[in-house]
C-alpha cells in the first residue's frame, strides 16, 4: 500500500535461453459508465487477482497542491460507506488474500490476490471504494501523519533518498514530472478536507479507470457479478485532467551539488529520453539493460570488477506516459572522486556511441529481454496488470501479446544511434552527491 516508484531496484541478471510465452487470451468490454473491463481466464491455479488501475498518478495534480494522487493511496484503505475503518485489510486476511496498491507518475493501481471462490468479494471491496469511500477529516488526518512518515523514510533521512526528486527537479522545468509522487511536505500539511473530496470526485469515476481480473473465474459469472457492484456506478460528468505541457528541450548541461547525510559520494546523471510505447523507447530500454543488467553488463564489468571504481553503478529508463528519464548512477568506492567514476560512465556510454555491440553480446541481450518479458507475466497478478496498462497508455490490450515483437524489432544500429541521440552532455543532469561533512 506505500509502494511508489523506487530509483533503486535490485536487477536480475538474464538468463541465455530463449523463453517461450504462451498467448493470453482476454476478454474486454466496456460499461455504459465508461468502466472498461478486462478478463482474462486462467485455471491453472485457484487463484484470482482483481484490480483496478486509475489514470491519475502525480502529473495530473495541482503545482500546490502535490502528493495527492500518492495520498489517496493511502486513504482509500480507510473504508467506506459499508466498511468500517481499518477493516478494509481484514476482509481480504480473512479470505486467505493479500492486498497492496502504488502510486507512479501517471497512474494508481489497487489489486487483491484471493482464493478463486472470493471473487465476489475482490469486486465488492472495489466498488466499494469507487463508489463509497469515506473521505472526512478523521480518515485525512490519520493518513496524513502515515504519509508525512514515509516521506521522512523514504526521501528526507534515506541516504541518498532525494536522489529522484533532485534529478526530476532540474530535468523538468515545465512539466508536473519535476515533482515527487509522494509530494512536497509544506502541500500534506496544507491540504483540506474539500481539496480531497473534489479530487476524489474528479479522477475516482469509472470512465477514468480499467477493471482487470485475472486467474481461476468463470467469465460469464464474473461478467454477471461486475454488472451487480460496478454498472450503476455514475459515470464522471467532468472532463478528466490531463496535462499538456510539452516540456522543451534541456537547453544545456544542468550540473549540481547535493550534500546529504551519506558515507561515500554518489554520481547521478539524468538523461531526457521519449516516453514508453514510442519506437526510440524500446532502443533506449535495451540500451539500459546493455549498461547495467546484472553482473556481466557493461557498467557493472567495467566500474565495480575490473576499475573498481563503484560500489554499485546502474542505468534505468524510466517507463512514462509523456517523455521522461533515464538515470545512471554509480556510489564510488572509498577514495574514489566522483569526477573519475563520471568519467568512467562517461566512457562506457561513449564506447556505445562509437562501436556497434557484438553479435554475441546482442543476442545475449535480446534473451534478457525476452525472458524479462515471459517472467512479468508469468502470474496472474502481473497479466491483470500488463493487460491494464496496456489499455490505459495505448488502448490496445493485446500488447501484452505483441509488444516484445517490438522489442525484437530493435536493431544494434538502433541502440547505437540513440545513445548518440540521447545520451548527449546538453540533455542531461549531472548531481555530485557528497557527504555532509563535505559542505564548505
Known sequence: MKNIVLLFVLLISGLTASAQMNKVDFVEYDLDNGLHVILHQDKSTPIVAVSIMYHVGSKNEKPDKTGFAHFFEHLLFEGSANIGRGEYDKYVEKAGGTLNANTSFDRTYYYEILPSNQLELGLWLESERLLHAVVNQKGIETQREVVKEERRQRIDNQPYGSILQEAMVRAFKEHPYKWPIIGYMEHLDAAEEADYVNFYKDFYVPNNAVLSIAGDIDIEQAKTWINTYFASIPKGTKPIYRPS?????????????????????????????????????????????????????????????????????????????????????????????????????????????????????????????????????????????????????????NLINTELERYLAVTKEDIQRVAKQYYKKDNRVVLYYLPKQANP
Open 245 to 397: 505541457v510539452v516540456e522543451p528541450a534541456l537547453g544545456g548541461e544542468v550540473r549540481d551539488t547535493i550534500y546529504d547525510n551519506i558515507q561515500l559520494p554518489a554520481v547521478v546523471q539524468t538523461y531526457r529520453i521519449p516516453a514508453q510505447g514510442t519506437p526510440d523507447f524500446y532502443a533506449v530500454s535495451m540500451l539500459g539493460q546493455l549498461l547495467s543488467q546484472g553482473e556481466s553488463s557493461r557498467l557493472y564489468r567495467a566500474l565495480v570488477d575490473e576499475q573498481q571504481k563503484a560500489l554499485f553503478v546502474g542505468n534505468f529508463p524510466l517507463d512514462m506516459e509523456d517523455p521522461g528519464v533515464s538515470i545512471a548512477f554509480g556510489i564510488t568506492n572509498m577514495g574514489v572522486d566522483p569526477a573519475e567514476m563520471e568519467a568512467a560512465i562517461d566512457a562506457e556510454i561513449k564506447k556505445v556511441q562509437d562501436e556497434l555491440i557484438s553479435d554475441k553480446e546482442f543476442q545475449k541481450l535480446k534473451n534478457q529481454v525476452e525472458n524479462d518479458f515471459v517472467s512479468g507475466n508469468s502470474r496472474v497478478a502481473g497479466i491483470a496488470e500488463s493487460l491494464a496498462n496496456y489499455h490505459m497508455y495505448f488502448g490496445d490490450a
